[in-house]
């Protein structure tokens, strides 16, 4: 109860920090990023017990790291490697999260899972070839970010074919949103200006972190 409770007041302000964000009033928005994702840590952190808790607690919590680091990303590149770090650490915690609540892959599925795996590698070799022309000496880490997002989707996608719903569909669309907002940071930053970016990455951001986190607390409930 207290959890679900936690969850809605996410939910308010996330909504009031974006419209923040969309009226362009960017020195509030700045002070109060830092209290966004503090709310799912909480409600993760009082809810029942569950075997991969831990995990779930260290992917948000080095979200919070990143998204702290990458508020200081213009005043040196140094800052946004260090954001991105963070972020990478996060998804591969996502990975392990991911693995460990999947059980026997169904095979009857299987048409599925490649047809997902085969829009997933698209992804991957039409971002990196649209992005590599203007990434300079970050080729390297951002392709390693860029497949380290889409094995977490991958991941995902296996979890969908195996969790119950609707669990398996909060957790699968909320990683699908995760990369979306990752991508438009990318094209943002690297390849052209896009408007309203702000609003686009965090809105996509948050609303992937609240899917994933309500799919897992979903997924591990006690019946």
């Known amino acids: 109860m207290k ?8 939910i308010g302000f996330s909504i009031v920090y974006l419209l923040i964000i969309l009226f362009e009033k960017e020195e509030i928005a700045w002070f109060l990023k830092p209290l966004l994702l503090p709310f799912l840590i909480l409600a993760v952190y009082i809810s029942e017990r569950f075997s991969t808790k831990n995990i779930l607690l260290a992917a948000l919590t080095l979200s919070w790291i990143g998204d702290i680091i990458l508020m200081f990303a213009d005043k040196g590149e140094l800052y946004f490697i260090a954001g991105l770090i963070a972020f990478l650490l996060s998804h591969i915690s996502y990975i392990i999260l991911f693995s460990k609540q999947l059980r026997i892959y169904i095979k009857k599925s299987k048409i599925i899972y490649w047809i997902g795996v085969t829009a997933i590698a698209l992804y991957l070799i039409v971002m990196m070839l649209i992005l590599l022309p203007s990434l300079g000496h970050l080729k390297a880490p951002v ?3 860029a497949l380290t997002i ?5 991941f995902a996608l296996k979890g969908f074919l195996n969790w119950q719903k609707p669990a398996s569909i909060y957790i699968l669309i909320g990683a699908i949103i995760f990369v979306a907002s990752d991508s438009i940071l990318a094209f943002d930053k690297f390849y052209t ?4 970016s702000s609003f686009l990455i965090m809105a996509t951001y948050l609303i ?7 799919g897992i607390l979903k997924l591990n409930k006690k019946k």
Not at 3 to 10: D, M, P
Not at 150 to 154: G, T, V
């Open 3 to 10: 959890s679900t409770l936690i969850l809605k007041s996410f």
């Open 143 to 145: 392709f390693v970010y």
């Open 150 to 154: 889409s094995i977490m989707l991958l």
């Open 193 to 196: 200006p896009l408007q309203y």
């Open 208 to 214: 992937a972190q609240y899917l994933i986190v309500t």
